[in-house]
Each structure stands twice: as C-alpha cells, then as structure tokens.
T-cell receptor
C-alpha cells in the first residue's frame, strides 16, 4: 500500500533558526513528490514538485530535495510568517491509482 | 480571481439530512478531486474524476456521490448525514496527467449535529 510519513509532527523554531522537515514515502512507480503549505482555515497551497532523485527546488527560504525514499524541506533562517502546516504528498502508479497520497503534515511554529 | 472555489465555506446540519457542496474551477483543468480532512488534519482522497473516468476510494460510503455537470464543476452530494461525516472537505483540480500538481479550494467545514 502506498504510504507517506512525515516527521516531526510539530516543530518549534526561533526566528532565524534553520531546520529540515522529513517526508518518507513508499509508493510504487513514483510520479511526483509534492510539497504544500496549509494555513489555518485554508486549503493547501502548492509549493514544489519533485520528479526524480537528486532533484532540488528552491523558493525564498525553502528548499526541497528528493532521494529514492525521502524528501526534505529545508527552511533557512525562517520568519514568523513561515509558520504553517507543511504537507508532503506523493503520486504513484500503483494502488493509489495516481491520486495524491498525503502525509499527516508537520506543524511549524516560528517565534520572533 | 479564485482558481478553485467551493460553497458553502461552513455547513451545519442535522443527522439524517441530505446536503451538497459545490465546487468550480476556472483553471481549465481536466481532472477534479474531493478530499476529506479529518479532525487530525489528515487529508484523504475520496474521489477523482475527469470526463472519462470516476475513481472512487473504496473506503468512501456510498452515501457520498460526486456529480459533474461539466468539466469545470464537481459537486459533492451526501445523503443521510452522520455525526462521523463532520470534517473539512476540499475540492481540488489538476491538469490531466499524473505528473501534475493539484490546486485546492478553501474548504467546506461540515458539522453534523
């Protein structure tokens, strides 16, 4: 069964304190690894898509990387406005029939 | 201009009622989805639909049914609502092809009392 696991569940950082969020996946025939940001009361907002191991993408203070088993979302010098829940999702070609399979998210809090 | 919009944003209803949630996308996408986010914030696929195929998550009760009047709309109908149906429901859409990211609406918070 396709599965996505995120860790930690919650992460508290001081402003400027860099860290990484982990996403482990077991998906047959990976067709993309996706990162989303979700603010309270809102829908997930698309951040990145990664397709193959070794690929990296950056946007402002965020950088996403991908290996054959994991993806990391690195946050460099975070600011309070980066506080949100970060969701990882994978598309596979197997039992999930190409649908996005989400992890449970990492709730990030950045204190000033 | 909202890309994926859902109505209503909040829905409070009694057990046993039938209700609908509407979803529209103006992105020209071919595929639309319904996701359910439970109290633990876990997003789970319910349906995916394009003009050729409806894929139903086997764990979804048959009280839930998607209806698509055209390519830009995918409404969710729920019959005989139960307390356990309380959750946030998200509509999403993507271009055809499994490589494409999905864009989400703002969600509908359904509360069954």
């Amino acid at each position: 069964e396709d599965q996505v696991t995120q860790s930690p569940e919650a992460l508290r950082l001081q402003e400027g304190e860099s860290s990484s969020l982990n996403c482990s996946y077991t998906v047959s025939g990976l067709r993309g690894l996706f990162w989303y940001r979700q603010d309270p009361g809102k829908g997930p907002e698309f951040l990145f898509t990664l397709y193959s191991a070794g690929e990296e993408k950056e946007k402002e203070r965020l950088k996403a990387t991908l290996t054959k088993k994991e993806s990391f979302l690195h946050i460099t010098a975070p600011k309070p406005e980066d506080s949100a829940t970060y969701l990882c999702a994978a598309r596979g070609g197997g039992g999930s029939q190409g649908n996005l399979i989400f992890g449970k998210g990492t709730k990030l809090s950045v204190k000033p | 201009d909202t890309a994926v919009s859902q109505t209503p944003k909040y829905l409070v209803t009694q057990m046993g009622n039938d209700k609908s949630i509407k979803c529209e996308q103006n992105l020209g996408h071919d595929t639309m989805y319904w996701y359910k986010q439970d109290s633990k914030k876990f997003l789970k696929i319910m349906f995916s639909y394009n003009n050729k195929e409806l894929i139903i998550n086997e764990t979804v009760p048959n009280r839930f049914s998607p209806k698509s009047p055209d390519k830009a709309h995918l409404n969710l109908h729920i019959n005989s609502l139960e307390l356990g149906d309380s959750a946030v429901y998200f509509c999403a859409s993507s271009q055809a092809g499994h490589w494409k990211e999905a864009f989400f609406g703002q969600g509908t918070r359904l509360t069954v009392v």
